[in-house]
């Protein structure tokens, strides 16, 4: 007995050792996501981790957290900025009243397609990587989401049809583009959004199909009009203190892991924009084409936003609109 006990001691003694000696030369970074396991974005973070994992040579351990289980979104980015966990994944607008590029991403009828909305991003970047700079973050992927459209009860032909609806917003940008709409903004997280149809508090939303399917958004929404409003994104991000903690090679492996994440979720997002609008119908819900005189009044409304955010970004937002066109 005294024997097993002393053996057990000596090889609980030398785990430590062993545990203590690996635990030095391996970061282990927690990533906490907003979205839920059965979205593409957070399908992306878990391939960027397991690739990171795969050839950091155990350096450097990354576990992402999905679905806001170690930090809900509206904590996960100060939660990197103050280094409470050295990397995190945020929808870019919600952030818009941090920094005017912030809200660039919500912005409607400015860059619709896929390739319009690549264009901005490249013209953006800079002026993105400026305003995390400053909080002393770095940018590491962005990841679509396919466009951004009308969910309703009834059909909408003109803006008259939404009138007086509680529409849902998630970011500064959407609740000013519900206010345009004449409709009252409800700020409703994604993982509610069932619950707030079901129970009035919202009678529209303008989301992607993706959201639509991830929600089972047929169990309580009726019509689909695809106004293909905006093409926003999430974004990873890290503590540029954390990152700089890392050996030179260990912070390629992530530079490189980053860059593939991005290319994957550029493609899943042009993809999904097509398969989540296929299920939406297949699954009953009564999809369309806006009317002539819908997209015409939502143009104007983009055209107003376009105008407002000019006047707050200043000349770095004109810039890099200048930069967008040019492209
Ligand atoms: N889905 C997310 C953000 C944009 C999107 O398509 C949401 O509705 O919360």
């Known amino acids: 007995m005294k024997f097993i006990a002393k053996k057990a001691a000596v090889l609980f003694a030398s ?9 030095a030369s391996a970061a282990r970074w927690d990533m906490p996501t ?16 397991e690739e990171v994992n795969a050839n950091a040579q155990g350096k450097l351990l990354i576990k992402v957290h999905s679905g806001g289980s170690l930090i809900k979104h509206p904590e996960i980015h100060r939660a990197v900025k103050t280094r409470q966990v050295p990397i995190g994944e945020v929808f870019i607008g919600r952030l818009g009243n941090l920094d005017p590029i912030f809200k660039l991403d919500n912005i409607p009828f400015l860059a619709t397609d896929f390739d319009s909305a690549e264009k901005l ?9 400026k305003a995390l700079a400053k909080e002393n973050l770095i940018l590491l992927y962005t990841s679509p989401w396919p466009a951004q459209d009308l969910y309703s009860n009834k059909p909408i032909n003109s803006l008259s049809d939404l009138s007086g609806l509680k529409m849902r917003s998630y970011s500064p940008t959407t609740s000013r583009l519900a206010d345009l709409m004449g409709t009252t903004p409800v700020n409703i997280p994604f993982s509610d959004v069932a619950q707030a149809f079901t129970t009035n508090a919202i009678d529209a939303m303008v989301t992607s199909p993706s959201t639509g399917v991830n929600s089972q958004s047929w169990d309580y929404i009726s019509h689909f009009t695809t106004i293909h409003a905006w093409i926003p994104k999430n974004m990873v991000f890290a503590n540029k203190r954390m990152f700089d903690r890392l050996d030179s090679k260990t912070q390629q492996v992530v530079l490189d892991a980053a860059a593939n994440a991005e290319k994957q979720g550029w493609a899943l997002g042009r993809r999904l924009a097509v398969t989540h609008t296929e299920t939406l119908a297949k699954e009953g819900i009564k999809v369309s084409a806006p ?3 819908l997209l015409s009044e939502l143009e104007a409304i983009g055209d ?6 000019l006047q707050e970004a200043g000349a770095d937002g004109k810039a890099v609109l200048q930069a967008y066109k040019a492209h």
Do not use: I
């Not at 785990?15 to 635990?23: I, K, N, V, Y």
């Not at 991003?121 to 990587?129: E, H, I």
């Not at 107003?304 to 955010?309: K, L, S």
């Open 291 to 293: 009317s002539q005189t």
């Open 34 to 49: 907003p979205y839920g396991d059965g979205t593409h974005q957070t399908q992306v973070a878990r391939s960027f981790a």
């Open 304 to 309: 107003t936003m376009v105008n407002e955010w």
């Open 15 to 23: 785990a430590l050792t062993l545990g203590a000696s690996s635990l």
């Open 121 to 129: 991003y490249q013209a953006s970047k800079p002026a993105l990587n």
